[in-house]
């Protein structure tokens, strides 16, 4: 089991940047791991995973401007932002796919 934590959301202007960090209890070498992001209301919706040697997949919405990465030895799970916008408002998560390993999310709001 793994547990996570989420940090580095806020409040960004359009066309700004974030970069969040996921912080996991263990190991994460041989997990596939997903950002998620849900609003109030709405189904949480995966928008980034990665896993493998270097296997990575977006949401089609985010494409081009998310990057998902990983440091093992910091057990850490980052999604950088650019270009975002007011319809990425959310509460970003991350768990092992196929898991709810949910931490307390970070909020990330895009808003001028």
């Known amino acids: 089991q793994q547990q996570f934590a989420e940090s580095g959301g806020g409040l960004v202007q359009p066309g700004g940047s974030l970069r969040l960090s996921c912080l996991a209890s263990g190991d994460i070498s041989s997990d596939l791991i997903g950002w998620y992001r849900q609003v109030p209301g709405i189904r949480r919706e995966e928008v980034a995973r990665v896993g493998g040697r270097a296997f990575t997949w977006y949401e089609e919405s985010v494409k081009g401007r998310f990057a998902i990465s990983r440091d093992f030895a910091k057990r850490t799970v980052y999604l950088q932002m650019n270009n975002l916008k007011p319809e990425d408002t959310a509460v970003y998560y991350c768990?092992?796919?196929?898991?709810?390993?949910w931490g307390q999310g970070t909020q990330v709001t895009v808003s001028s």
């Open positions: 768990s092992r796919i196929g898991f709810a390993e």
